[in-house]
């Protein structure tokens, strides 16, 4: 693994997994309460630029839980 | 003061509730039923004289000293091994007892010599009490007959005198001052466990041998010192008496080593440590200890620790020694320059779990207040983080469920991905006395541990493939959910009914079934669905673990699986049962207790909460930032990015310990201030700009939290030689950064966090000085403490299932990389090695080796003792091989206790998904023979080398 954003992205997917056997309803606000709580604002601000890029490489459960969570 | 004398009751205590009352010379004593006379005369405060019966060990009943006389019944039984009734009447002294036991007396003084003022246990030696107590006067059978005392006897050499044995580095065997009362041999036995010790031939030929009589060091012992403590003569004793003679004055503490958080009397003369003895009122450890607590103390006065302070400018540079305002005037112009230029989010640091309640709690203080950001972490990132998440998720706190005590009362024990017998050698030894009254026990290790097979101990072992414990764990459920061995009553009471469905239906799923799963786990379905039944319906089922748990991508999945396991089958809130953390090092509960997270203030509540917030920022007088810091693993790649710039480290060395030693050897490079405050020069020094002197655990007052939320005072026995307490220099290095921190002892540390923690409302030392220990909760609602967690309902209300989904690590063998590398520890080294390694213990471990399995070995033309190539995506190291089929095919396992071998070179930069806590546990590897150190690790000894030259000191003018 390099450096970020490829980083955080893997971080994020890996978040991703662990909700996806809950199903989407659950996942998708599970995803964003985790990385609000866990990540520090330096990592959620590079997350938020990729995702401005058009988050390449983002599980859509993941995509969907970081724009709720850019937005809030 | 003065030394501490704890009372031998002669025969260990009896659990009855009934009670029986008896007479002992006249008077009416009380005891609960199973008691022995002998006992039970003690608690009335007569000594019933006594050689081969102490309380640590069952009565034996073989020194004859002990008789007594009881009305209505003929002859003089033993003391010992006669139980107290209703209505007896003991007398303690008559003629006949005077002179039976002056009998036995003089026939064991016959046989002992009469150096007594020159012995090491003159003062300490139960013999010499013994013969004063029975008025011994004389022997009549002199000292020329057959005997096992001199060398030489008539002038040609004693067949029946053996040497000394030196072998062991703590402690002496003289033989010649046995008197074969066995307590050595029991106390191996049922303190122990490991059955090291025998008594060799019959009669006068008896002999107290270690294994096949060879030597102490040759033997199995593992050197507990369980048998130097039950030596009632000088036969057994240790080195450090014999150099320094009998200690003066003790104070109990706590050892500063593993999580089991053993109490010790430190036994001193003046400000010099004679011995450390295990504490018998200690809740944790009972009186026992292990090698490390009980004699690898020696660390404290090494020559290689850093006693002043230095700084430099650059890496590159030699230390200079500076005076400690310099050092801290240095320091915090170095992280207020770098704070002004990268901005305040810069700068962070790690606490230390080897380090006091107190001192964690000051250094996160310091960072959050004084620093103004949140970037604090510990070690716990990289051991048990995934613990915290996954028990508050599911049962709402971050903690073990039980204490020590509650091994007694199971019936079932699951030891997963955790070595207890090398790790927490004392909870093992608990453990394992457990088992052999018929206690059973499954093991789910990808290694054939010590635990799996001992002494009259035979596990059921489940040999997992490294990275499928959330598969293995699942499969467990499965066969409970579809067997209907559900505690249906306990899950609809305690838990949350729907989410139960769910996760049941999930675990139900075919694909979940040990027989699906055995093509990814490696682990025989039969052997699985065996394991599944003995835990769900064996009676009180205890889950132990380890970091073969945590430190996995899945790590906090596994956690929350075991959690779910526990549930499902009732093993919750009552002794015998519970899931059980085995924490690594002495304080990384209280360190993660004391707010080390970067997310979360003390008592595991999370910064961006006003409510709590606020109440620190009143006591505090300080605004708080309301982020989320930066976990370890995020500091590093911070750092290599640019943007986190500084770091104070206490008491810990990432650079050894954490993975992947090319990213934090990158990291640390990048920094532009690191701060070491530590004991000794460690690897990560080798990257720092200042080092400040740290204290060990001899030289401070403080607490320290084990693995069962255990409060336990530290307390200082001698002036730290560096000058100051770790508290202190953190205080000290707040004042120059401007950030104030006004406390006379650690006693006012710890009413502040009493004050701002609910769990620690009812803590005060006062309140350790008076009950010894508490286990937090400690509060209004339990004003001394919390054995055991969540009786009649959980902490967050109802217990939570959580589907826990098997993810296979992405770190996978290949053609390249086919094997599976797992770490772990051995017994006489601690963690890193920084204090084992400078301690008699190397005599045990000298180096890393690398465990292989005979096929593996054979394949690649490895011998037993090759140095092998141990290479990984991440880097390669050379060590030399260990052939053993403890290891399954395909799986290689080292320790990482030595600098030279730096097995984190090859470990990589996958993490758990919830706590990024590293995969140390699974590696992909390839071995090949090899000549000699990897060309890494010639760069790095020279790099170290280099690092650490300490400029001369200027001459005075």
Same mark, same amino acid.
């Given at each position: 693994m390099s450096s970020s954003p490829e980083k955080l992205v893997y971080m994020a997917n890996q978040i991703g997994k662990f909700f996806q056997s809950q199903g989407h309803d659950k996942a998708v606000p599970g995803i964003a309460e985790h990385i609000k709580k866990f990540w520090d604002p330096r990592m959620r601000k590079q997350i938020f630029a990729h995702l401005d890029t058009?988050?390449?490489?983002?599980?859509p459960n993941v995509l969907e839980a970081l724009t709720t969570l850019k937005k809030a | 003061m003065s030394l501490i004398q704890e009372i031998d009751f002669g025969t260990p205590r009896s659990k009855s509730e009934a009670m029986v009352t008896l007479t002992i010379d006249g008077q009416s004593v009380t005891v609960p039923e199973g008691t022995s006379i002998m006992r039970a005369a003690m608690k009335a405060g007569t000594q019933i004289p006594k050689l081969?019966?102490?309380?640590?060990v069952d009565a034996f009943?073989?020194?004859?000293?002990c008789l007594i006389e009881i009305e209505g019944r003929a002859g003089t039984p033993a003391s010992c091994t006669t139980p107290a009734m209703n209505g007896l009447v003991v007398h303690t002294q008559s003629e006949r007892l005077k002179k039976l036991r002056k009998g036995v007396m003089e026939l064991y003084i016959s046989d002992h010599p009469l150096d007594c003022l020159t012995c090491?246990?003159?003062?300490?030696?139960e013999l010499q009490d013994m013969a004063g107590a029975v008025g011994l006067?004389?022997?009549?059978?002199?000292?020329?007959? =057959?005997?096992?005392?001199?060398?030489?006897?008539g002038g040609a050499p004693n067949a029946a005198w053996m040497p000394k044995d030196e072998s062991n580095p703590y402690f002496t065997y003289d033989?010649?001052?046995?008197?074969?009362?066995?307590r050595c041999v029991r106390a191996c036995e =049922?303190?122990?466990?490991? #059955?090291a010790l025998t008594i060799s031939?019959?009669?006068?030929?008896s002999r107290v041998s270690p294994g096949m009589s060879e030597s102490f060091l040759g033997s =199995?012992?593992?050197?507990?010192?369980a048998c130097v403590q039950a030596c009632?003569?000088?036969?057994?004793?240790?080195k450090s008496v014999i150099e320094?003679?009998?200690?003066e004055h003790s104070v109990v503490t706590t050892c500063?080593?593993?999580?089991?958080g053993c109490a010790f009397?430190?036994?001193?003369?003046g400000e010099e440590v004679v011995r450390m003895v295990p504490y018998k009122?200690?809740?944790?450890n009972r009186g026992h200890s292990c090698v490390k607590g009980r004699f690898a103390w020696g660390y404290t006065t090494?020559?290689?620790?850093?006693l002043k302070p230095m700084i430099r400018e650059r890496i590159e540079d030699p230390w200079r020694e500076v005076s400690w305002d310099e050092a801290f005037n240095f320091a915090a112009a170095k992280f207020k320059g770098i704070q002004a230029k990268?901005?305040?989010?810069a700068v962070g640091g790690i606490t230390s779990s080897r380090c006091t309640n107190e001192e964690t709690y000051l250094v996160q203080k310091l960072i959050r207040?004084?620093?103004?950001?949140?970037?604090v972490d510990t070690c716990a990132r990289v051991c048990h983080s995934p613990t915290g998440y996954g028990l508050s998720q599911t #049962?709402?706190?971050?903690?073990?469920?039980?204490? #020590?005590?509650?091994v007694e009362d199971t019936d079932v024990v699951m030891v997963i991905g955790a070595n207890p017998a090398s790790a927490h050698p004392v909870f093992a030894s608990r453990l394992k006395k457990r088992l052999r009254q018929g206690a059973k026990l499954i093991v789910v290790d990808p290694r054939r541990t010590e635990m799996v097979e001992s002494p009259h101990v035979k596990a059921l072992h489940l040999?997992?493939?490294?990275?499928?414990n959330v598969a293995v764990l699942t499969a467990l459920a499965h066969v409970i959910v579809t067997e209907g061995l559900v505690d249906e009553a306990f899950v609809r009471e305690r838990c949350d009914w729907s989410e139960f469905e769910d996760w049941a239906a999930f675990a139900a799923?075919?694909?979940?079934?040990p027989e699906a799963t055995a093509i990814m786990t490696g682990v025989n379905p039969k052997d699985l669905r065996e394991a599944a039944r003995l835990f769900a319906i064996g009676g009180n089922g205890a889950i132990y673990y380890g970091l073969g748990v945590t430190e996995h991508s899945q790590g906090s999945t596994t956690v929350i699986a075991i959690a779910n396991l526990a549930m499902a089958t009732g093993n919750?809130?009552?002794?015998?049962v519970g899931v059980n953390p085995l924490r690594g090092q002495n304080n990384v509960q209280g360190s993660c207790d004391m707010g080390?997270?970067?997310?979360?203030?003390?008592?595991?509540?999370?910064?961006?909460?006003d409510t709590v917030r606020e109440q620190f920022e009143a006591m505090w007088n300080v605004k708080l930032n309301p982020e989320p810091g930066l976990r370890i693993p995020n500091m590093f790649d911070a750092a290599i990015e640019g943007t986190f710039m500084g770091l104070y480290v206490q008491g810990e060395d990432i650079l050894q310990s954490d993975p992947n030693t090319k990213h934090v050897v990158a990291a640390l490079s990048a920094m532009e201030c690191v701060i070491v405050h530590d004991l000794f020069l460690n690897e990560t020094a080798n990257y720092a700009h200042v080092f400040l002197p740290g204290s060990t655990f001899l030289e401070k007052d403080g607490t320290f939290t084990n693995a069962e939320r255990r409060i336990q005072r530290v307390r200082k026995v001698m002036t730290p030689l560096n000058g100051y307490a770790d508290w202190e220099v953190t205080i000290m290095l707040g004042k120059a950064l401007g950030f104030d921190m006004k406390y006379n002892h650690p006693s006012e540390i710890m009413d502040e966090i009493a004050a701002l923690t609910p769990t620690f409302a009812g803590v005060s030392y006062a309140k350790l000085d008076e009950l010894g220990s508490v286990q937090w909760?400690?509060?209004?609602?339990?004003p001394e403490g919390?054995?055991?967690?969540?009786?009649?309902? #959980?902490v967050r209300g109802k217990g939570k299932f959580i589907i826990t989904e098997y993810v296979a690590t992405d770190e996978r063998t290949g053609p390249r990389y086919p094997l599976l590398l797992t770490t772990g520890r051995i017994l006489s080294q601690y963690n890193v090695g920084a204090q084992t390694r400078?301690?008699?213990?190397?005599?045990?471990?000298a180096e890393d080796r690398l465990e292989i399995h005979p096929h593996d070995a054979e394949q690649r033309g490895v011998r037993d003792g090759d140095w092998v190539r141990l290479a990984s995506r991440a880097g390669e190291t050379t060590l030399r091989a260990l052939i053993t089929d403890r290891v399954a095919p395909g799986v290689v396992y080292t320790t990482f206790h030595h600098p030279d071998t730096?097995?984190?070179?090859?470990?990589?930069d996958f993490s758990d998904w919830?706590?990024?806590?590293? =995969?140390?546990?699974v590696t992909a590897v390839q071995i090949s023979p090899s000549n000699g150190p990897s060309e890494w690790q010639k760069s790095y000894e020279e790099q170290a080398r280099h690092s650490r030259r300490i400029a001369p000191a200027e001459a005075a003018e």
């Open positions: 058009g988050g390449a490489g983002l599980d | 081969c019966a102490t309380d640590m009943g073989s020194c004859r000293l090491a246990a003159n003062g300490d030696c006067r004389d022997v009549r059978y002199g000292y020329e007959g =057959e005997n096992h005392v001199f060398a030489k006897s033989p010649s001052k046995c008197i074969v009362c066995s =049922e303190v122990q466990g490991t #059955f031939g019959r009669g006068f030929d =199995e012992c593992v050197s507990c010192g009632p003569t000088a036969t057994l004793t240790e320094i003679g009998q200690p500063a080593y593993c999580g089991v009397k430190a036994e001193m003369r009122d200690g809740k944790a090494h020559k290689e620790r850093i990268y901005g305040r989010d207040g004084g620093f103004g950001n949140n970037n #049962f709402g706190t971050s903690a073990g469920t039980q204490d #020590f005590d509650s040999p997992l493939m490294p990275g499928t799923l075919p694909q979940n079934s919750i809130g009552r002794p015998g080390s997270f970067p997310h979360e203030l003390p008592g595991y509540r999370h910064i961006a909460g909760p400690c509060n209004e609602k339990a919390t054995p055991v967690m969540h009786i009649g309902g #959980f400078r301690t008699g213990n190397v005599v045990w471990h730096q097995a984190n070179v090859i470990t990589t919830a706590t990024n806590c590293p =995969e140390y546990k």
